[in-house]
């Protein structure tokens, strides 16, 4: 019966931690499933790279806002600072998190009247 009552809470934290992504209507990077999109970014698929090595998987994903979006850097970052660690992501310092072994490192810059987003994902122990 305590099991029960356990995955139960444990479901509903999840889904709750999960709420907000919901409500944006949050599209995914295809590389990174558990990996959300800023709003008004899409990823540039041809721009990734993705393979596993035996330290772990090594990820490099492209995200840009769309044509006419007012997509800002530090609204970016603000959006990421806010989603990762109900994902289990750890901030570590700058735009650089850390969850079960892996690194995700964010670059955001300004791409002509928009923002890109350079993504890279790998073991903790590599640069």
């Known amino acids: 019966m305590g099991w029960r009552y ?5 479901w509903a934290a999840v ?6 992504l919901a409500a944006v209507g949050a599209d995914f990077f295809r590389s ?13 698929v041809e721009q990734g790279v993705e393979f596993d090595s035996p330290g772990g998987r090594i990820v490099t994903a492209v995200a840009a806002s769309g044509a006419g979006q007012q ?6 970052r603000t959006f990421y600072r806010k989603v990762l660690p109900p994902l289990g ?12 072994g892996e690194r995700l490192s964010l670059r955001i810059a300004k791409a002509g009247a928009g ?9 903790a122990g590599r640069n």
Do not use: C, K, N, Q
């Open 115 to 123: 923002v890109v987003v350079r993504v890279r994902l790998v073991p």
């Open 6 to 10: 356990f995955l139960s809470g444990l």
């Open 89 to 100: 992501w750890r901030h570590v310092s700058g735009d650089t998190y850390r969850r079960e």
């Open 32 to 44: 990174i499933d558990d990996l959300p999109l800023a709003p008004g970014m899409a990823e540039t």
């Open 15 to 20: 889904f709750l931690s999960m709420a907000p």
């Open 71 to 76: 997509t800002r850097i530090e609204g970016v």
